[in-house]
């Protein structure tokens, strides 16, 4: 399985915008990649993905970098509630597997 | 969107004794479903694959005889804990996808286990 690197830990202020970077750079053509985040106690929730082009949501918007080996999360304006873990994955099809790394630890200071 | 409901969510047992947890896909068909186990501050560890109307896929390390994983249906898969013991506390969530392609997958909620 294709492996992602990210910062163990980030902060933010609140109400800013927030960038999370991800390298993949084994990535194969086929993979998509896509981002979840866990709030404590709780099963993880899934963010965005996307595989070639940028990709927004309600959410966040997914920027991919050209050549596909890294890619960053962006939350337009971080609350409170964006405090969590945010994973960056890689997957080639809705049947692969999901492997977890050891993810970004997002702080929002008030 | 999609929603997988994991139950129970939090149960304590004794030493010894076996615990069933239940994770359903609400408004999708789920062919596979993951099971994952998590130690505090650590990632999710994949545990197994689940396959609906065949044998689990173990990943290395996890016992199949201690874990049993039955998926007879495709909103339907059951993770048990036979045998239980203290190491085996842990937070165990489950995962499912709809079929078709690339899409988005689906956490349970999580079920806190605590073995006494």
């Known amino acids: 399985d294709a492996k992602t690197t990210q910062p163990n830990s980030m902060e933010s202020n609140e109400e800013e915008p927030v960038h999370l970077p991800c390298n993949h750079s084994?990535?194969?053509?086929?993979?998509?990649i896509h981002w979840y985040r866990q709030l404590p106690s709780q099963g993880p929730e899934y963010v965005i993905h996307?595989?070639?082009s940028n990709v927004n949501n309600r959410m966040a918007s997914l920027a991919i970098a050209e050549d596909r080996k890294s890619s960053t999360l962006i939350l337009h304006r971080a609350t409170l509630r964006d405090a969590a873990v945010y994973y960056c994955?890689?997957?080639?099809?809705?049947?692969?597997?999901?492997?977890f790394g050891s993810g970004t630890r997002l702080s929002i200071r008030p | 969107g999609a929603v997988v409901s994991q139950h129970p969510s939090r149960v304590i047992c004794k030493s010894g004794t076996s615990v069933k947890i239940e994770c359903r896909s609400l408004?999708?068909?789920?062919?596979?479903m993951f099971w994952y186990r998590q130690f505090p501050k650590k990632s999710l560890m994949l545990m197994a694959t689940?396959?609906?109307?065949?044998?689990?896929?173990?990943e290395q390390g996890v016992e199949k005889d201690k874990f049993l994983i039955n998926h007879a249906s495709l909103t339907l898969s059951t993770l048990t804990v036979t045998s239980a013991h203290p190491e085996d506390s842990s937070f165990y969530i489950c995962?499912?996808?709809?079929?078709?392609?690339?899409?988005?997958?689906?956490f349970g909620q999580g079920t806190r286990l605590t073995v006494v």
């Open positions: 995962s499912a996808s709809e079929a078709g392609g690339n899409t988005e997958a689906f």
């Open positions: 084994t990535i194969s053509g086929t993979d998509y």
């Open positions: 996307g595989l070639t």
């Open positions: 994955i890689l997957r080639y099809s809705s049947a692969s597997k999901i492997i």
């Open positions: 408004d999708f068909q789920a062919t596979t």
């Open positions: 689940s396959n609906e109307g065949s044998k689990a896929t173990y």
